[in-house]
T-cell receptor, first 113, second 111 residues
């Protein structure tokens, strides 16, 4: 059990560029979550998957954001036409199912210049 | 809309002190409450999970209690150590499997 992994750990991009982040959950965890955290704040929910199905999306997830989880394993989060307000830590998490402990990855720090 | 508040926002204590972190939430219809630790620039580490039917959970020097009806939880840390310095976050799970987090308590334990 290697825990939740995320790649890259840091990403610096210019405004208007597209970026994609990858998350590998703990094996056999069928739930996968994406959260966003800005400095000094708690994480905010973005979306979650049950296997390959995206079951809920927050209103924070604008049309520029898209998440996928093909085959119910790893997940990607893409941000199109990045804006400075997208600068944040993007956290991925996984769990065996509802109501149980949720395990977070180390996060991807995005800086939009 | 669920709101989670953590008090104090920051706390500085000398090594060896026992301390209490507070968390309150506005909607008592929760499935569980989870306490996390976050080191600077890092992800979250799960510390304790309390199901809505439980009153408390213990792990080593940590003890978390839950009073669901009053919308409160406390995290008790015994005999604090410099290595306990971090931000502590509480989060409640509500319908839809989403966690709602507080803003955290930044703890500094001085040697």
């Amino acid at each position: 059990d290697t825990g939740v992994s995320q790649d890259p750990r840091h990403k610096i991009t210019k405004r208007g560029q597209n970026v994609t982040f990858r998350c590998d959950p703990i094996s056999e965890h069928n739930r996968l979550y994406w959260y966003r955290q800005t400095l000094g704040q708690g994480p905010e929910f973005l979306t979650y998957f049950q296997n390959e199905a995206q079951l809920e999306k927050s209103r924070l997830l604008s049309d520029r954001f898209s998440a996928e989880r093909p085959k119910g394993s790893f997940s990607t989060l893409e941000i199109q036409r990045t804006e400075q307000g997208d600068s944040a830590m993007y956290l991925c998490a996984s769990s065996l199912g509802p109501r149980g402990p949720i395990y977070f990855g180390p996060g991807t720090r995005l800086t939009v210049t | 809309k669920q709101e989670v508040t953590q008090i104090p926002a920051a706390l500085s204590v000398p090594e060896g002190e026992n301390l209490v972190l507070n968390c309150s939430f506005t909607d008592s219809a929760i499935y569980n409450l989870q306490w996390f630790r976050q080191d600077p620039g890092k992800g979250l580490t799960s510390l304790l999970l309390i199901q809505s039917s439980q009153r408390e959970q213990t792990s080593g020097r940590l003890n978390a209690s839950l009073d669901k009806s009053s919308g409160r939880s406390t995290l008790y840390i015994a005999a604090s150590q410099p290595g306990d310095s971090a931000t502590y976050l509480c989060a409640v799970e509500t319908s839809g499997s989403r966690l709602t987090f507080g803003e955290g308590t930044q703890l500094t334990v001085n040697p």
